[in-house]
């Protein structure tokens, strides 16, 4: 797998825990986006580790293509 899958184009907003950590799906292959449930395995993708700074809503990348990472950056405006 060259290219992960977009689930979606648009952000996935997740209200999150000061200090708790998530694991982001990088693949697109998971059925808990934007969390990884383990297909990612034999991708060559790893999830992403991103710990809440503040407790409220954080807007996920659910297109894959952010170049912020696990945050949307509005790349998927230009697909």
Do not use: I, R
Not at 26 to 48: I, L, N, R
Not at 60 to 65: D, G, S, T
């Amino acid at each position: 797998m060259n290219k992960p899958k977009m689930p979606q184009a648009s952000p996935m907003p997740v209200n999150v825990e000061a200090g708790k950590t998530y694991y982001w799906c990088s693949c697109g292959e998971s059925k808990a986006q934007p969390f990884c449930d383990g297909s990612h395995k034999g991708t060559g993708f790893t999830p992403v580790a991103h710990t809440a700074q503040k407790d409220g809503a954080v807007y996920f990348c659910a297109c894959k293509q952010s170049a912020k990472g696990v945050l949307c950056d509005g790349s998927h405006k230009a697909l």
